[in-house]
């Protein structure tokens, strides 16, 4: 028998470390966007290049390992979301006072808000633009994410000790049971993505991309 929703993530017969269920997991991939992960691309970091570890991580190891989960996750017919930085407006007369002050407009329907090649999303899954940090803060995805009756959350993607970490720590507030992948994300700096992994590790477990293929393919 289901159990309710607050039941089945309050029971102690649940923790962080509980295996994924098939038909109660999601993937969300954060602000894998052209306009973030392409070098050059963004107004607001003129500084990470083609040569910058941002973009060498990315490069070398984060979009590699994402396309392995992602892609054994659509095999395995998991739920695959994604959420981008994205205006509801051409003028971003929408964005949150953070972005305003910040520079950042992703214009309603601009290439730069386009999910990269690399993990291009696939027929009818669901992405969920946002113009604040938290994706939870901004944006349905509780309500989508209810709806679709998720109880495990798995999280990559950019920046680690920003966008993500919110998410991370959002997600965990309301209930979910939170898994970061540290390999499949990324952030400025070496410094800045280890900082970051040691203070969200209170919401969430964290895991390799190997790791976490291997507890997928035993998910039931």
């Known amino acids: 028998m289901v159990k309710e929703f607050s039941t ?12 994924f269920l098939k038909n109660k997991t999601a993937i969300l991939t954060v602000d894998m966007q052209k306009e973030y992960c392409i070098p050059g691309r963004d107004p607001s970091h003129p500084e990470l290049d083609s040569k910058s570890f941002f973009h060498s991580e990315l490069r070398n190891l984060v979009i590699p390992n994402q396309v392995k989960i992602i892609s ?5 017919n998991i739920e695959v979301m994604h959420t981008v930085i994205e205006s509801l407006t051409q003028d971003g007369r929408d964005r949150s006072i953070d972005h305003r002050l910040s520079g950042m407009n992703v214009p309603k329907g601009a290439e730069g808000a386009e999910v990269i090649d690399e993990i291009r999303p696939v027929v009818d899954e669901i992405i969920i633009p946002k113009t604040s940090s938290g994706v939870f803060n901004s944006t349905n995805i509780d309500y989508v ?5 998720i109880r495990f959350l798995i999280i990559f993607g950019i920046v680690t000790d920003q966008c993500v970490d919110m998410a991370v720590r959002d997600a965990a507030d309301r209930g979910y049971l939170v898994t970061m992948v540290s390999d499949a994300s990324t952030t400025i700096t070496s410094e800045r993505h280890k900082n970051a992994l040691n203070a969200f590790s209170g919401y969430c477990r964290i895991m390799s991309t190997n790791d976490l293929l291997v507890e997928l393919k035993n998910i039931n």
């Open 8 to 19: 089945f993530i309050g029971s102690n017969e649940f923790k962080r470390t509980s295996p």
């Open 72 to 76: 054994l996750a659509r095999k395995l």
């Open 145 to 149: 994410l209810r709806n679709l009756d």
